[in-house]
């Protein structure tokens, strides 16, 4: 694949990214002390299922020791046998909100402004798993490289 075919995969791609990121950001997934942990876990099921509709392989949960309930997910792509791998990593879970009345709009309901999308976790960093499931399928589930994703 040459780079204007990558560009114009790219670009095809990116509505459904940012349908993917806003489907992320309305997840309130605090990990923090004092709040709920099931929406964390709502996060992962989600990354999971965005991963695997992008054709990554071997997409699971991992559970973390000492009963901490805040999964990671993993998935991989193979490329050929004398690729490189390549490690992605991005989060699922995000801060707490802070002060309500210091948001333009509800922390958890995506908005786009001037062009780009504003929310809890919208660019920390939700949008590290909607670009790596994005990239699998510009590059039509095929990379030059083994790809896997934590």
């Known amino acids: 694949m040459n780079a204007d075919e990558l560009r114009a995969a790219t670009a095809e791609g990116a509505p459904r990214a940012v349908e993917e ?39 699971r949960l991992i559970e973390l020791p000492d009963g901490v309930p805040h999964p990671a997910v993993f998935g991989e792509v193979r490329g050929p046998a004398s690729a490189p ?3 992605l990593y991005a989060h699922h879970d995000v801060q707490p909100e802070g002060p309500l009345e210091d948001w333009t709009s509800p922390p958890f309901q995506p908005e786009v402004r001037a062009g780009r999308l504003f929310g809890r976790g919208s ?3 939700k949008c590290g798993i909607v670009m790596h499931a994005a990239a699998l399928r510009a590059w039509g589930g095929a990379p030059p490289v083994t790809v896997k994703v934590r």
């Open 21 to 59: 990121l806003e489907r992320l950001v309305r997840i309130p997934s605090i990990a923090f002390p004092g709040y709920d942990g099931a929406p964390v876990r709502d996060s992962a099921d989600a990354t999971a299922e965005i991963l695997e509709a992008a054709g990554y392989e071997g997409v």
């Open 85 to 87: 791998t390549v490690l």
């Open 123 to 125: 660019s920390d960093d």
